[in-house]
């Protein structure tokens, strides 16, 4: 897993926004496209050139991209360690995940020596990306649907023999399950993610329904999607028994969706209509 998702870009930046763009339109297109195309549409969601240029230099830094010419014509391919990272981002993002009541746990138990603390940054970093919670400062719980990415993860970085998991149904000894969600994880963070989605979510369907164009629905399909797309890896998605009742995932999961089923042919018809 040499290429992760760059969850550090601030969604709505340059970077987040080609992210979004790269991920959504350069597989359909054989994973190859020109460096003009790619410019303007970044253009289509307010990302001028030169900064569209400056986040290429990043995300190729990254390992997400390589320089390629095609036809004789400058360009990006998608290097081959993105490939299945961007698939399993699409089961992340367009098929949100949540836990029933009564589902089971996944409980992280690690001891790494203090002369390999880059490692152990490196997993409690990677575990926080994909949305598991601190119970200890060596024990960590998730979801249990979300053991197999765990175990990604720790054979990712060598730590097999030092990782082990448990499978549990239920979680004893806490009186009171809500109160110790919150301390597990930083549920106002995520709270956050969820408010800032919805304010940028109604903006992008308000935008589209004034002006339900291919190029609109481009537009708001993905700066909406870049809103969206850090939550379903920080959210671990709880049952909403131990939520608050406000919760905003309520409203932002149904948003989300159901503007994806409605913009998804526009959407094609514009980018096959721009990339030349």
Partial sequence: MTTLDDLDSRPGSATSLLRTVIGCTMRDQGGWLSSADLVELMKVVDSPPARTRNALARVKARGLLLSRKHNG????????????????????????????????????????????????????RRLTWIGCGTVANALW???????????????????????????SDEVRGVSDLSAAVQEWWDIDSIRALHDAFLTHGTQAVDAYRADPTPRAAFRAWVTLLDAWRPIPYLDPGLPYSVLPQDWPGRRSIPLFLDFRDSVQRPVAEFIASSIG
């Fill in 73 to 124: 014509l400058p360009g990006y391919a998608l290097a081959p360690e993105a490939w299945p990272m961007l698939a399993r981002g699409d089961r992340r993002i367009y098929h949100p995940r949540f836990m029933e009541e009564g589902d089971p746990w996944c409980l992280i138990s690690f001891s790494i020596p203090e002369n390999n603390r880059e490692t152990r940054h490196q997993l409690r």
């Fill in 141 to 167: 719980i998730c979801p249990a649907y979300l053991c197999g990415e765990v175990e990604e993860i720790v054979a990712d970085l060598g730590l097999t023999d030092r990782v082990p998991l448990f499978i």
